[in-house]
C-alpha cells in the first residue's frame, strides 16, 4: 500500500468548508483514495472514495490531483459533530484471497470550532 | 441496521481472570477482525478470520484467542489478561477479505486489567 502524509491537525470554524490535505506520491495506477473518519473512541467510518475522478457523496467530496499525488477531503459545512480523526487510505480496492488488514496511519485531528 | 456489535461496552477486571469480548454482525460478511488501539500506536490488527473455521494471527496475537464457528459471530478471548493489555478494541467486518470500502467497525470495548 502507498504511504500517506496527513497534516496531525487542523482547525475550521462551524459552517466552513474543512479542507483535509493527503499526499501519496508513491500511488501506483490501480490503487484507490479512502477516507474513514473516528471520531472519539468509537469505530472508524467510511466516508469516500475514488480513483481519479472527483467524487462526491452526502457526508464529503474527494478532490485527487490529476498526477494523484495527492487528493483533498473536503466537509463543505463542517459541524462540531465533525470533529474527529480523519484517516485517507491508499490501497487497491479488494485483493481475492487476500486478509491484508486496512492499516490506518496517524490520521488528521480536525477540530471544529464554535 | 446493518452492524457490528461489541459487548462490553465497558470492562475492567484483574490480571489473570478470563474474560471474552463478543463481536456480532448482521450483514453477512465472510471477514471478521479484531483490533487494539492504543495511543501513539494506532489501530492494530489482532486477528482476523477469512471464514467459518478460518482464523489466523494479525500483527499483535499474544495473549488473545478467538473462534469463529459461526458467520456472525467473532468473539476475543483473553485466557488470562495482563495490565499491558488494557485497551481500547474494535472489530470490524467486511463482506470480502482485503475489502475495503465495505470495512464496518463495532463501537469499540475499552478493557481496563488491574
Known amino acids: 500500500d502507498a504511504k500517506t502524509t496527513q497534516p496531525t491537525s487542523m482547525d475550521c470554524a462551524e459552517g466552513r468548508a474543512a479542507n483535509l490535505p493527503c499526499n501519496h506520491s508513491?500511488?501506483?495506477?490501480?490503487?484507490?483514495v479512502y477516507w474513514y473518519r473516528q471520531i472519539h473512541s468509537q469505530g472508524p467510518q467510511y466516508i469516500i472514495h475514488?480513483?481519479?475522478n472527483n467524487e462526491t457523496n452526502e457526508m464529503a467530496s474527494l478532490i485527487i490531483t490529476e498526477d494523484r499525488k495527492s487528493s483533498t477531503l473536503i466537509l463543505p459545512h463542517a459541524t462540531l459533530r465533525d470533529t474527529a480523526v480523519y484517516y485517507c487510505?491508499?490501497?487497491?480496492?479488494?485483493?481475492?484471497?487476500?486478509?491484508?488488514?486496512?492499516?490506518f496511519g496517524s490520521g488528521t485531528q480536525l477540530t471544529v470550532l464554535p | 441496521e446493518a452492524q457490528v456489535t461489541q459487548n462490553p461496552r465497558y470492562l475492567i477486571t484483574v490480571t489473570g481472570k478470563k474474560l471474552t469480548v463478543t463481536c456480532s454482525q448482521n450483514?453477512?460478511?465472510?471477514?471478521m477482525s479484531w483490533y487494539r488501539q492504543d495511543p501513539g500506536l494506532g489501530l492494530r490488527q489482532i486477528y482476523y478470520?477469512?471464514?467459518?473455521?478460518?482464523?489466523d494471527k494479525g500483527d499483535v496475537p499474544e495473549g488473545y484467542k478467538v473462534s469463529r464457528k459461526e458467520k456472525r459471530n467473532f468473539p476475543l478471548i483473553l485466557e488470562s489478561p495482563s495490565p499491558n493489555q488494557t485497551s481500547l478494541y474494535f472489530c470490524?467486518?467486511?463482506?470480502?477479505?482485503?475489502?475495503?470500502?465495505?470495512?464496518?467497525f463495532g463501537s469499540g470495548t475499552r478493557l481496563t486489567v488491574v
Open positions: 470490524a467486518s467486511s463482506l470480502y477479505p482485503g475489502q475495503v470500502r465495505g470495512y464496518t
Open positions: 508513491t500511488i501506483s495506477g490501480n490503487e484507490y
Open positions: 475514488g480513483l481519479k
Open positions: 487510505i491508499v490501497r487497491v480496492p479488494y485483493s481475492p484471497g487476500s486478509a491484508r488488514q486496512l492499516t
Open positions: 450483514m453477512n460478511h465472510e471477514y
Open positions: 478470520s477469512m471464514n467459518v473455521e478460518v482464523t
